[in-house]
Nanobody, 126 residues
């Protein structure tokens, strides 16, 4: 059983930056790939980024590549999402999620997630 708790969301102007954190607790947390997914009102869930259990492999959706950076500090049991050059289209609730199946297909709607956080709202607006 894992627990995931997101923090760091808020209101930011276009072009600004935010860093989201996902604190992961649970005995087997180091076995899981951790991804960030987002859902905007009226839109389908979208996989944003994913990091392997080891932290050696990172993956990004095309929509955020070059702007977002995912990282993992296993000593702190925390996964971060650094978001730069934010756009209004980035406005969404951001969830971190854990999967035993790795990052393959994390942008697919059928990506299998075993544990979810409750989400943190990011609003990009002037």
């Amino acid at each position: 059983q894992l627990q995931l708790v997101e923090s760091g969301g808020g209101l930011v102007q276009p072009g600004g930056s935010l860093r989201l954190s996902c604190e992961v607790s649970g005995f087997t947390r180091d076995h899981y790939a951790i991804s960030w997914l987002r859902q905007a009102p009226g839109k389908e869930r979208e996989g944003v980024s994913c990091i392997s259990s080891s932290g050696f492999s990172t993956n990004y959706a095309d929509s955020v590549k070059g702007r977002f950076t995912i990282s993992r500090d296993n000593s702190k049991s925390t996964v971060y999402l650094q978001m730069n050059t934010l756009k209004p289209d980035d406005t969404a609730v951001y969830y971190c999620a854990a999967s035993l199946l790795g990052c393959g297909g994390f942008t697919d709607s059928a990506y299998e997630v075993h544990y979810w956080g409750k989400g943190t709202l990011v609003t990009v607006s002037s």
